[in-house]
Nanobody, 129 residues
Framework: QVQVQESGGGSVQVGASLKLSCVVS????????MGWFRQAPGQEREIVASISRSGEGVYYGENVKGRFTISRDNAKKTVYLQMSGLKAEDTAAYYC??????????????????????WGQGTQVTVSS
């Protein structure tokens, strides 16, 4: 059974940095595009970042560009989200997702939640002033 497990959330102050990790089990990791999403109370889920199978293709949501960095370690079946310059509006539950790549390209990413097949339970990030 595929498992997607996030870790690294917590409570930090405005301007701080935080690094999230996500481990995926029971899949051939390099066959999956990976993504990070977030959802704040009363708001719709939004994409934070996506990374291609090789790690060479990345996508960032407009609200996090220049502050967040997504990366992956295929040997460890792990994807990371380095968050810097955190703002109060970054407060949300952050979800890791894996999307089966039905294509050969190693540079393509997915920017829609509908393209992801497996989701983690989420990890809370709270940013306060």
């Amino acid at each position: 059974q595929v498992q997607v497990q996030e870790s690294g959330g917590g409570s930090v102050q405005v301007g701080a940095s935080l690094k999230l990790s996500c481990v995926v089990s029971e899949v051939t990791f390099t066959n999956y595009v990976m993504g990070w999403f977030r959802q704040a109370p009363g708001q719709e889920r939004e994409i934070v970042a996506s990374i291609s199978r090789s790690g060479e293709g990345v996508y960032y949501g407009e609200n996090v560009k220049g502050r967040f960095t997504i990366s992956r370690d295929n040997a460890k079946k792990t994807v990371y989200l380095q968050m810097s310059g955190l703002k109060a509006e970054d407060t949300a539950a952050y979800y890791c997702a894996a999307g089966r790549a039905n294509f050969r390209s190693t540079h393509r990413y997915y920017d829609s939640a509908n393209e992801y097949h497996y989701w983690g339970q989420g990890t809370q990030v709270t940013v306060s002033s």
